[in-house]
């Protein structure tokens, strides 16, 4: 039997699949199950998958003849032979030691699911990759490393957002499924319900173990996202809501949460979408009949939560336009940074996160206008960053005279600075940025 068996639901994915599945067919745990259940591709997913599946007999692809992400996911629960079940999305790639660390914990500590933790990242056309690490599913760092009672705990429904960054035992999902909706959007947010309700004995870790990709595809502006989310949290409530009142308010809170998600994304697009006006105001209506049933009280949350639900129930506009308060500063610092560069090209003065930040941003929004870097870190000097050379400031501002120079480094802006003009580089060729570290950046 094997230890793990990793499911793989897929559609359409051609561009992202075989970082994805060498990830998983790398890993050090061998004894491993994998199931890529296809939903029809038509881009040439399906030929890479049976490609790797002619080199490795642990892969097994399912076809599914639903175009349903739960759907193809109970499809690989029901066929895993596996004693825990992991869930690879076909977009993303994970650690060499994600399962053997997961597991071993797992078995260990005889847990009926363990998560780890994870990094966003984004990747250009030509393949550069930046990540923003720090991701958990356990906001609380004491829960971190302990066996915990899921089912005691309700503030978890607000903590955990991710199937796909653990391992469940198989016996402890034998009746709990994800909802068979058509698409791929909050199916999983019932299957997540279910398991923190009913999980005795579970574990959260610090270790960064997968790395989800962030696109500016559909599913990041997807205008039906409201719809979903009363889909989902129906069915939820039709199967599975616990009559406990505490897992009631935590039902609630986190469809008002996940409800405000959607207004953050709404303003990253930049503009208010009227066509979701009747789905708004049905989240509304769900809000504020648990409230008047006594299974949501809005004083539980959070000051500023208890706000924006105030507004949701008078006028959700003013989230969307707080929102767009917030993010649109960061958005004008993007634009001033692209502005800068132009039609022109630049070095960047600075190897370290925010250089790295920087370059990965201007690769993904104006590709190849990067140089150089420099930094005057000597150990540095005739290295390279993404196959692009970094030099010494001397010699990077001989040979790029004509180059704009960003400033990488905001609290030795002014040194630096100083240091470029008596280099010859001019003041109007000289800019200062400090990074606002967004993910949404990418995507807009």
């Known amino acids: 039997m094997p230890k793990v068996t990793v499911i793989m639901p897929s559609l359409n994915v051609r561009k992202y699949i075989r970082p994805c599945i060498e990830s998983v067919l790398s890993q050090r745990l061998k ?78 500590q005889n847990l009926e699911y363990v998560k780890g933790g994870f990094a966003q990242f984004v990747e250009s056309e030509s393949g550069l ?20 009672s899921p089912r005691n705990m309700p503030e978890l429904a607000i903590q955990d957002y991710y199937i796909w960054a653990g391992i469940y035992r198989k016996d402890f999902l034998k009746d709990i499924r994800l909802s068979e909706t058509p698409g791929a959007a909050f199916q999983d947010i019932g299957f997540i319900y279910q398991v923190l309700s009913k999980a005795e004995r579970a574990m959260y870790i610090a270790d960064e173990l997968y790395y989800y990709r962030q696109t500016n595809g559909n599913s990041s502006f997807n205008k039906n996202g409201f719809r979903y989310l009363i889909e989902e949290y129906k069915n939820i409530r039709k199967i599975s809501l616990r009559k406990s009142d505490i897992w009631r308010q935590a039902y609630y809170e986190r469809l008002f949460r996940q409800t405000v998600g959607r207004f953050q994304r ?36 959070d000051e500023v939560n208890r706000k924006i639900y105030h507004e949701l129930q008078n006028d959700s506009r003013i989230i969307f336009e707080n929102e767009c308060r917030v993010f649109e500063p960061k958005v004008k610092k993007l634009q001033a940074l692209r502005n800068f560069v132009g039609d022109g090209d630049a070095v960047i003065f600075g190897c370290g996160k925010y250089g790295r930040y920087i370059y990965a941003l201007l690769e993904s929004h104006m590709p190849e206008r990067i140089k150089a870097f420099c930094d005057n870190d000597m150990s540095l000097w005739n290295t390279s960053i993404q196959d692009i050379q970094v030099y010494k400031p001397e010699e990077a501002a001989e040979r ?36 606002d570290f967004d993910v949404r950046l990418f995507l807009i």
Request: negative net charge; proline residues 2%.
């Open 31 to 108: 004894e491993i199950e994998i199931l890529a259940i296809d939903a029809g591709s038509t881009d040439g997913t399906l030929e890479i998958l049976e490609e790797y599946a002619g080199d490795d007999e642990r892969l097994r692809i399912i076809q599914s003849d639903k175009k349903s992400y739960g759907y193809q996911v109970n499809l690989g629960i029901e066929s895993a032979e596996g004693e825990y079940i992991g869930i690879v999305e076909t977009d993303d790639i994970i650690s060499p030691n994600m399962y053997e660390r997961l597991y071993q914990i797992a078995v260990t």
């Open 129 to 148: 990759q930046w990540r923003q690490s720090g991701g958990r599913c356990a906001s609380d760092a004491d829960l971190l490393g302990k066996c915990i």
């Open 266 to 301: 709404m303003a990253v697009s930049g503009r208010y979408w009227e066509e979701t006006e009747d789905d708004i105001r049905a989240l509304r209506n769900m809000l504020r009949k648990a409230e008047m049933d006594g299974d949501f009280t809005p004083d539980k949350l």
């Open 400 to 435: 790029y005279r004509n180059c704009g120079y960003i400033i990488a480094n905001a609290k030795s802006a002014e040194v630096i600075k100083e240091q470029l003009l008596k280099l010859g580089i001019t003041e109007s060729r000289i800019f200062v940025y400090q990074p």
